[in-house]
């Protein structure tokens, strides 16, 4: 799933896109107001982060572009603990509310639960799906827990990230640029090894223990994930759902 994140003190806004990104999320980062609406408005995220006291435009200010438009759901953080500040991010559209300081374990939990709650649907109706599968495979976005054939999968944030992209995607190739720009946050380098070292570390989770392959290599140019005809599950139907 696809974050902003919109503070402009430089140590927490840094740290939020560390931490979110070691916990499997890919997050962009805005510094100020006017570049955060313009992403908000513009991107296709499942939550905005967002701080109030932000130069350009306030956070308030961005709250009623993005609800002019969207329902995105919002996580604002401030400095300012009055319940008239709380209330008017509240009555202006935030989906939540945290004061700063803050835990990070309280902020993620925070993010879970709004993502669990499902209180705006993003403007791709493939982004609102909160259960992904293909074949035997599947994959809650919510409770981050994947399985295949019942079987729970024990991956990392970065092998859940990768699995999510290329389910959200099945049937398509992807590129090691677009895996490394999606998954890693990075611009790729053909010196790393990175995606290539991840691919085969989560290939010989969903695919080596089970009856099907899923995860292909396409030569020069990526990877793909799909169920060709040669290793076809019985009654096995590629689909997306929302959670009941």
């Not at 402009?8 to 916990?23: I, S, V």
């Not at 008239?84 to 374990?105: H, I, M, N, W």
Request: no cysteine; glycine share 6%; proline share 3%.
């Amino acid at each position: 799933m696809r974050i902003l994140v919109v503070e402009d003190d430089p140590k927490l806004a840094d740290y939020l896109h560390r931490a979110l990104g070691e916990n499997g999320y890919v997050v962009d980062l805005a510094r100020d107001g006017i570049e955060g609406r313009r992403l908000a408005l513009d991107g296709d995220y499942a939550l905005v982060v967002l701080d109030i006291m932000l130069p350009g435009v306030d956070g308030f200010g961005v709250l009623k572009a993005l609800r002019e438009r969207r329902r995105t759901p919002v996580l604002m953080l401030t400095a300012r603990e009055r319940v008239e500040d709380r209330v008017r991010g509240l009555e202006s559209g935030a989906d939540d509310y945290l004061v700063k300081p803050f835990a990070f374990s309280e902020l993620l939990a925070r993010v879970g639960a709004l993502l669990r709650r499902g209180a705006a649907a993003s403007a791709a109706p493939a982004a609102s799906a909160t259960v992904l599968s293909l074949a035997d495979l599947e994959v809650d976005l919510v409770s981050r827990k994947a399985t295949r054939a019942g079987q729970r999968l024990h991956l990392t944030a970065k092998e859940f990230a990768l699995l999510t992209l290329l389910l959200r995607r099945h049937g398509q190739i992807l590129s090691r640029s677009t895996l490394a720009e999606q998954v890693w946050d990075m611009n790729f380098d053909s010196d790393t090894n990175v995606v290539e070292v991840a691919v085969r570390r989560l290939r010989a989770k969903i695919d080596d223990p089970f009856r099907g392959k899923l995860l292909h290599n396409v030569r020069g140019m990526g990877y793909v994930l799909e169920l060709r005809a040669s290793d076809a599950i019985p009654d096995a139907v590629a689909h997306e759902r929302p959670a009941a």
